[in-house]
């Protein structure tokens, strides 16, 4: 693995009109560029990943998985917003010498999806071979297919939209009133708004597991309890886990930029825009979606020309995405296998 920092060297305009005067993206690389450069997997990561792939994608990232860097060249890279590297609420101001906070211009992900193209750019990457993401990750690699889309051969969008819902805008804005309760987050510091965000990911949870995640993976064996539940441990557990690793400020912008997603903003009409993605792709819903339900994903197969729809059982409701990697690794090979003739002759010579 190879972590490095690419600082651009021009402002980034974003699509609303303000921009960074200062723009770093970090991102991570495994395995060589071969001699055909038709071996790039290009990861777009979800809202509180970072660029380590192989850390929160196992079982379809690593040595003996389906994308190795034996055979490929994968890329990650640490998307806008995010505190792992990449241009943040928590970097400093050029202008008063002071963290944003903030005081960072919102953007959206349309911008996040630009981020990635200056990447790419930068490391003279001119075909993709496979972009895949999921969740918010699929949101950017959807926009990038609609914007570059000669770059991209194959694309994979998992439990994701054309739109974000309604419904999935409703659970941001809770997290984010969750946070804004929390006058810490007001004071502009790195640890502002912890206990806000830390009962933020209590909320989102709720979105990505489902009714009966709980009731087996929660249940209680006693029926005389009266308090102390594991379903209450388990939210505190996770609120805990979140918020020494991430910050308020960052899941702040982050949520309202998933908020902002749609393909349709001025390009005529969602249907439009879809039409404009010239990759091979794969679209995979998970049944038990509560988040993102596969209507969303049926719907981006039937509008993007020529998509393969796959819809797959799990448990854990959105967070399958993250988690059935075996089920995955079957469907996206099924689809590699029948639509890449380049990627066959990796495997065949690995």
């Known amino acids: 693995m190879n972590f490095d920092i690419y600082k651009h060297n021009k402002p980034f305009k974003l699509e609303n ?121 699929g ?56 206990n806000g965000l830390k009962a933020a990911r209590s909320l989102a949870l709720l979105s990505y597991r489902n009714y009966n995640t709980y009731a087996i993976s929660q249940q209680e064996v006693s029926n005389d309890k009266i308090d102390d539940f594991k379903a209450c441990s388990y939210q505190n557990y996770q609120g805990e886990k979140l918020i020494k690793r991430f910050n308020a400020y960052s899941y702040w912008y982050l949520s309202k930029a998933m908020d902002s997603h749609n393909v349709g903003r001025g390009r005529g009409t969602v249907r439009e825009a879809l039409r404009k993605i010239k990759a091979q792709t794969l679209v995979i819903g998970i049944e038990s979606d509560l988040l993102f339900p596969p209507s969303e994903q ?20 959105h967070d399958g995405f993250l988690i059935e990697t075996e089920t995955l690794t079957t469907v996206i090979s099924e689809f590699l296998n029948n639509h890449d003739t380049d990627l066959i002759q990796l495997h065949k010579t690995a």
Not at 32 to 44: D, F, G, H, P, T
Not at 305 to 317: K, L, P, R, T, V
Request: overall charge negative; some cysteine.
């Open 139 to 194: 949101q950017q690699a959807m926009e990038w297919a609609i914007i570059d889309p000669e770059r991209i051969k194959n694309l994979i969008l998992i439990a994701t939209n054309a739109i974000h819902s309604s419904w999935g805008i409703a659970f941001n804005e809770s997290q984010r009133l969750a946070i804004a309760s929390d006058p810490s987050f007001f004071n502009n510091t790195p640890e502002g708004g912890k």
């Open 17 to 137: 009109g303000r921009q960074l005067e200062e723009l770093q993206i970090a991102y991570n690389t495994w395995g060589k560029l071969n001699e055909q450069k038709n071996n790039v997997i290009w990861v777009s990561h979800a809202l509180t990943a970072n660029s380590d792939v192989f850390d929160w994608w196992k079982g379809l990232f690593g040595s003996n998985e389906l994308f190795n860097p034996l055979d490929y060249f994968i890329i990650c890279p640490n998307i806008l917003g995010s505190h792992y590297g990449t241009s943040c609420p928590l970097n400093t101001n050029a202008g008063t010498g002071e963290p944003y906070y903030l005081e960072f211009p919102s953007f959206n992900i349309r911008d996040m999806a630009n981020v990635q193209k200056i990447l790419a750019d930068h490391l003279e990457i001119e075909r993709i071979d496979t972009l895949i993401g999921g969740s918010l990750g």
């Open 298 to 317: 049926r719907f981006l197969a039937e509008h993007i020309e020529g998509a393969i729809y796959s819809e797959i059982n799990s448990f854990f409701g």
